[in-house]
């Protein structure tokens, strides 16, 4: 089991008792029980996590002001930049809510006024009616998605196609999500300051927050794609979620209004379940409403960013597993359960002081807490191979999928893979036995890690590792910059290859040269 290397980004201190406390990527980091949170409780939560199978790459976890616990599974890092899928939608809505606040938009405006020039030649009575409200909260009055009829728009002008999709349900009555629908909130931005939405957001949110080398996707004509398509860190998340459980202020310094802040993060709109649990607690600007008064921005495959403005607490957590209430009802039932004190007045209110958390103390429990921290210390997700090794050399001619060949050479610990894709790619890729093996790459087919792509072509982080036993090869390659990995079982003996990503798996068969 691989352990986490941390001594990169904690700096220790020692206070004038002599009190060691530390410091963690910029926040305090300090026990559970120092605020208010048994250490058993996260504990708890980890193995609960761990027993039921779920695929967490990492999470952190902050209260009053701290850092309280935090793990990552190698290959990931803290630093990791990966797709967070619809958290993109928070970081736009976020955007949205500045640029109110700086008087260039008003939730009142009508889409057909802000893009005259890309409307239809009817303009249906709906449509008419559509304004960003209507955007922010997913009841733009579509059936259904639209980032599909975008996406397939041949003169790449996705605005136009989400302006001609028809609008059956008068705006702000039905709710559909809609991804295409917070594309349009970044092309507002756009439009109205002449700045991609990470470049407005660069100097007015990521540099205050410290967030750096953030990528956002981009549509044929340069926009963001706003709904998906920005890659950022957990600690980014974190950071984003921090800054709204605090009314819009990160470390005193204004951000965001507190009224964006309250009106983004309160309830807007059913989405169609009303069941009183977290998918069904209605939706908000870009931001889902929970169970317990708690607020979460949401990734597919489960990112999660949980705010809890009665516990003064915030989650954020990065997987690669679709089982989002389980992971939601685990944290509920362990941690939030367990966090003693609640709050008469909440931190995004004017008059909230650190002064009403003082209370929120436990009594130390070192035995616990060193559990924690070494469960902490020693997570892991993905599997590293290793143990088993082999030597072979060979050429296979892979009978349907996207490569159509691959060259194998192992050599003991190390392995080179080169696949010949059908399109005339050819890529190659390292693996380690017992160890990472890091690959780069500027152009790689995205679509072999990801979903939700609109260039295929792009660059692609991934570390790959194996183990040869017998005639079997067994590859495991995690994209670093994306949730998804690959589970690769190369059968010499049957000449078949299995590929398991995305909760499918492919079988195709090969013939073999030596």
Known sequence: MAILRISAHITLHFNRKKEKFMTFNGFDFASPESVGVPSGA????????????????????????????????????????RHA?????????????????????????????????SVPETISPNLAKMTVHDVLCMGCGHDNNSDPVMMAAEDGDWVK????????????????YNSGATYMLSAIITKRTGMKLIDYLRPRLFEPLGITDVVWDECPRGINLGGWG???????????????????YWR???????DWVKLASSYKISNGVDRGDDWGSGYCYQIWRCQHNCFRGDGAFGQLLIMSPDRDMVLALISEDNSFQDMCNTYWDTVFA?????????????????????????????????????????????ELLGG???????????????????????????????????????????????????????????????????????????????????????????????PHGARITIDLGECTVTKAMNYQTDTFAFKLEK
């Not at 209260?63 to 930049?81: E, M, N, Q, T, V």
């Not at 920005?230 to 009314?247: A, N, P, Q, V």
């Not at 008059?351 to 924690?372: H, Q, R, T, Y």
Request: hydrophobic share 40%; proline share 4%; charged share 25%.
């Open 338 to 382: 367990s966090a003693v004190g609640t709050l008469h007045t909440y931190r995004m209110d004017p008059l909230f002081s650190e002064d009403m958390v003082k209370e929120d103390v436990l009594p130390e429990n070192p035995e616990v807490l060193a559990e924690l921290r070494s469960a902490e210390e020693n997570w892991t997700a993905t």
């Open 388 to 482: 088993s090794v082999g030597e072979f050399e060979g050429k296979l001619t892979v009978d349907g999928g996207r490569v159509g060949a691959v060259d194998v050479k192992v050599e003991g610990e190390n392995a080179l893979f080169t696949l010949f894709f059908r399109d005339g790619l050819v890529k190659m890729i390292k693996a380690g036995s017992g160890k990472w093996v890091k690959n780069s790459f500027d152009e790689f087919p995205r679509t072999e890690f990801e979903v939700m792509v609109a260039k295929d072509i792009a660059p692609v982080e991934m570390c790959v590792s194996f183990r040869m036993d017998g005639d079997k090869i067994f590859v495991n390659a995690q994209a670093t910059n994306s």
């Open 161 to 176: 196609a989400f302006l001609a999709k028809d609008v059956p349900h008068v705006p702000g009555t039905h709710f559909a």
């Open 85 to 117: 899928y619809s958290i993109s939608k928070t970081f736009t809505s976020t955007a949205i809510g500045i640029a109110r606040d700086e008087g260039l938009l008003t939730l009142g405006e009508r889409l057909v006024d802000i893009f005259p020039e």
């Open 252 to 258: 005193g310094q204004r951000i965001v209004s507190r």
């Open 230 to 248: 920005f890659r950022c860190s957990h600690t980014d998340m974190l950071k984003l979620g921090i800054m709204y459980l605090s009314g819009g």
């Open 42 to 81: 996260v504990l708890d939560f980890m193995k609960r996590l761990r027993d039921e199978g779920r695929n967490v790459h990492g999470f952190m976890l902050w209260r009053h002001g701290k850092l309280i616990s935090k793990c990552i599974a190698p290959p990931f890092d803290y630093d990791s930049k």
